[in-house]
């Protein structure tokens, strides 16, 4: 039976307090993330227990209500049925006194990096088939691998002008000025200067030659500061001319505000992240997995883990691997499908094998947990403990063995390539299928020994 779109997003919006009052609405692959002008009239219980939402969560400032595969057309409906788009115009303020200042970061974070994710993933991905391609035969001197390997390196080398554009959507300014500023980064002249020395001028102002393709610090700052050029450039220009000179003035001010300001401390705080992971990597390359491993499910369930996106970007583009998130992912991913699996195998329950069943598939096959995680393991609460059991375990082989992902991506059964060590050897390779195949086996195990109340899926 299809679901109904219309009354779950009517019940959603109904339930967040209505339309007035939400700010802003967005999504990613599994949920619809809100920003709200009143949290406190929001019924968060209520939304819970509408049929067809998996779960909801009050986290970064915002209410975000877990959907799953079917986020889209229940984004679609809402934004079309109450004129939402992703924001609303209103000109009111969300009520921000209750966040603190990390909650605020989380907030940008995953509205400026989420809708770019899945395309850098596929690019990942595109990178990691290449490197199978290359051991079958493939000449790394022709022009197959070439254009390929521009593919897979596209999303990474485009990536300011990509977060340029989703920046501009978080900061409410011109798309298009914000594009400009994101192409000028990564201007084949302005990365040629960097042979000339660590420093040029720009009317005698200090431009730092930085190679700014594959960042996402600098363009995030450059766009923040440019939404406040922005208003002071609308408050000088009179409204005659504004449709030339707004953004001719904004430019004249951004482009040594981006060059001599905003792009280089960006570029530092991405070398600082980078020394400091190196460091760790250094004296104790196990740590970063054991301790994020170990967390990674309260980090997905708070969607905290999209503070390490940063960090986890400045490694590929420096030391060309992670050692880190994705790792700790083959723990929450393969999990979530040991527990549908048990719970599909296990239960009575017809409502509970079907649901079962869809997320063994979709966890395993794709690596999306949302559906597991929330429909099944937070419902039942007892499978969350063999969730974290299975995360702690792949996270201490990892960490024994150092297993590594080559190519930026979400562990799955059609991603494995990302594993694939680009010099050819297979041991990270071996190391990472025993990895899953631990989890999935704790996993299992647990949930089935643990057990699980299925009545509340009568």
């Known amino acids: 039976m299809s679901k109904n779109y219309d009354e779950l997003g009517k019940k959603i919006v109904e339930k967040l307090g209505g339309p007035e ?39 970064v400032g915002g209410i975000q209500v877990i959907i799953g595969n079917d986020v889209t057309k229940v984004f679609n409906v809402i934004t079309k049925k109450y004129n939402l788009g992703t924001s609303n115009d209103s000109g009111e ?10 909650s605020k970061l989380l907030n940008v974070l995953s509205a400026i990096m989420g809708p770019a ?10 990178s990691a088939l290449l ?27 485009f990536l300011p002008i990509l977060l340029a554009y989703t920046s501009a959507k978080k900061f409410g300014t011109d798309i298009m000025i914000s594009i400009f ?21 720009l009317f005698g102002l200090p431009v730092r030659t930085v190679n700014y393709t594959s960042t996402l610090i600098p363009i995030i700052l450059t766009i923040f500061a440019f939404s406040y050029v922005e208003k002071l450039v609308d408050k000088i220009v009179p409204s005659s001319i504004k449709f030339v000179f707004r953004p001719l003035l904004s430019l004249i001010i951004m482009i040594p505000v981006m060059l001599c300001v905003t792009g280089p401390i960006g570029s530092y705080l991405g070398e600082l992240l980078c020394e400091l992971m190196t460091s760790i990597n250094n004296v104790a390359p196990w740590a970063s997995v054991l301790v994020i491993g170990s967390l990674v499910p309260l980090l997905v369930l708070t969607g905290m883990h999209l503070a390490l996106i940063p960090l986890v970007m400045t490694m590929f583009s420096t030391v060309g691997y992670d050692n880190m998130l994705f790792v700790a992912f083959i723990g929450m991913n393969f999990s979530q499908f040991g527990v549908a699996l048990a719970c599909m195998i296990k239960t009575k329950n017809s409502n509970l094998r079907t649901l079962a069943s869809s997320c063994a598939l979709t966890s395993f096959l794709a690596g999306v947990v949302e559906p597991t995680l929330y429909g099944i393991s937070v419902r039942m609460k007892k499978p969350l403990i063999a ?8 996270a201490v082989f990892c960490a024994i063995v150092s297993v590594r992902v080559y190519s930026f991506g979400a562990p799955s059964f059609f991603t494995m390539p990302i594993f694939l060590n680009p010099d050819g050897t297979m041991t990270n390779f071996y190391f990472a299928i025993i990895a899953i195949i631990l989890t999935i086996v704790v996993s299992f195990a647990a949930t089935w020994l643990i057990g699980f109340d299925d009545s509340c899926y009568e």
């Open 117 to 126: 994710i899945p395309l850098i993933m596929c690019s990942g991905l595109i």
């Open 21 to 59: 009052n939400i700010t802003k609405i967005y999504h990613c692959a599994t949920r619809l993330r809100t920003e709200l002008k009143n949290l406190d009239i929001v019924d968060l219980e209520e939304i819970k227990k509408i049929n067809g939402v998996l779960g909801a969560v009050s986290s």
């Open 93 to 102: 303020k969300i009520e921000s006194n209750k966040q603190n200042i990390f």
């Open 387 to 394: 969730t974290w059991i299975a995360c702690v375990v792949n």
């Open 181 to 201: 500023l994101g192409g000028i980064m990564i201007s084949p002249v302005l990365i040629g200067l960097t042979e000339v020395g660590s420093y040029v001028d």
């Open 131 to 157: 490197v199978i391609l290359t051991r079958f035969g493939l000449n790394p001197e022709s022009s197959t691998y070439t254009i390929i390997n521009m593919v897979g390196n596209a999303a990474l080398y």
